[in-house]
């Protein structure tokens, strides 16, 4: 060979050892979120990459949250797990049995030497992810609770006063009642996700325990007790009120919210996060109000709780502090106020941080959009109780479904309020044991 071909062949090959050095290491996440909050979180990622050439974010959809938990356990035991994974409240309990699987958050950051003080998130986030010391399990994102959406112009062709939405149950099913007798609606009222609200957001809202062991939280062992009359009070006012479509079951997820989007329902419990389809589809103007509460519970209304998700790093064994450190300054890019209150604006989503609600309210954002701060309030405001912080129950999405089978049975007629809960605890606990002997 030549020395001029010598030459080039050395500098082809220094030229191409350069541009190795200098491609950007690539972090995964993974998300389980679809539709314009999906596009967003999505752009959030290509806006993070534009802003330095160290990193290259890769934001994927994997599937609902209990699907891509499900693959990201099995991407785990294969080596080869996302960097990070939004999950959804529900999901948390799993996690935190992990081992070995999950890296907290507050150690991520410490690794990477960026500030991160879990004291920068409001309070009921800081609650539901964080740890006995202080620090944070995972990072709270994308922050919702349960609200009411109530059709304006229903309520006016029903009599009622649409700047008056029911604080009660009572009031609501009056409400509902006289939508129905003026055909305002040929639905008074439905629910999305129906053990969320109405078993999750329902036990919060009136301090009632939902399981042993500060619900979950105090670890394994822990036992559902949710064989009370409350629980079942709430379920047989749903099986009365569907006798006249008072109630109209709309399914176990988020399907219901159509039913009220296209006027077919006139009122709707919801995660604060639908509130951006709610306002980009409906075609009447909408209220929101805080869950309803039975006023006869000594102390309500009580706090609702954290819903929504949070994301979670993922260990691996061959990771390096270098995509650890990656990790940690895309987290940080997603908690900076800039991004924080785009995505609370947007979606409907609530600031996850101190200074993203501060920077709202500054600026008069709650002022021009009126109901806007409901849900914040709703966790901020309401009283705390010893019952208001949460859960953490393995297996608890599996548990939903027999809440759900249980109490679909009975608004069948096929059983009592009273034996659908007697039959959800007996069959909860059973999966709580399974996951116990899982986890040792």
């Known amino acids: 060979m030549s020395l001029k071909r010598i030459l080039l062949a050395c500098t082809l090959a220094l030229a191409g050892a350069a541009s190795a050095q200098q491609a950007p290491t690539e972090i ?43 693959a990201a356990v099995a991407a785990f035991r294969a080596g080869n797990p996302p960097h990070i994974m939004q999950m959804f409240d529900a999901g948390s309990g799993d996690m935190v049995q992990a081992r070995g699987a999950i890296i907290p958050v507050s150690e991520v950051f410490k690794r990477a030497n960026i500030r991160f003080d879990p004291a920068d998130f409001i309070a009921p986030a800081r609650g539901y992810y964080g740890l006995p010391n202080g620090d944070l399990l995972s990072m709270p994102f994308n922050v919702s609770t349960a609200v009411l959406f109530y059709n304006k112009d229903a309520f006016r062709k029903a009599g009622l006063n649409p700047d008056k939405p029911p604080r009660t149950w009572p009031e609501l099913i009056d409400a509902a009642g006289k939508i129905r007798a003026t055909n305002a609606a040929p639905c008074g009222f439905t629910t999305t996700w129906l053990a969320w609200v109405m078993l999750e957001q329902f036990s919060s809202r009136h301090n009632l325990q939902m399981g042993t062991l500060g619900n979950g939280r105090g670890g394994l062992g822990t036992s559902l007790t949710v064989t009370n009359p409350m629980n079942e009070r709430m379920v047989q006012t749903l099986m009365d009120m569907q006798q006249d479509k008072r109630f109209d079951y709309g399914g176990r997820s988020n399907d219901a919210a159509a039913k009220f989007i296209s006027g077919e329902c006139a009122m709707l419990t919801q995660s604060s996060g639908g509130l951006g389809a709610i306002a980009r589809d409906a075609k009447f103007e909408f209220g929101t109000a805080q869950l309803p509460y039975w006023p006869d519970v000594k102390g309500a209304p009580y706090a609702t709780t954290i819903g929504g998700a949070s994301l979670w790093v993922f260990n691996a064994p061959n990771r390096t502090d270098h995509e650890f450190r990656g990790v940690a300054k895309f987290l940080d890019f997603l908690r900076s106020d800039k991004v924080m209150t785009e995505w609370a604006k947007t979606t409907g989503f609530l600031p996850a941080t101190n200074s993203a609600f501060k920077a709202m309210k500054d600026e008069g954002f709650f002022e021009k959009n009126p109901g806007r701060d409901v849900p914040i309030l709703s966790l901020i405001e309401g009283a705390k109780g010893e019952h208001t912080n949460g859960y953490r129950f393995g297996r608890w999405t599996e548990i939903r479904d027999v809440y759900h089978e249980e109490v679909e049975r009975a608004l069948q007629g096929r059983q009592s309020a009273k034996q659908a809960m007697v039959n959800f605890e007996r069959r909860g606990n059973a999966l709580l044991r399974a996951f116990e002997r899982s986890a040792n």
């Open 28 to 70: 995964h996440m993974w998300m389980g979120l679809t539709g314009p909050s999906g596009e967003l979180l999505s752009r959030f990622g290509d806006d993070f990459n534009k802003s330095q050439n160290e990193y290259r974010v890769v934001v994927s959809f994997k599937g609902q949250y209990p699907e891509q938990r499900a």
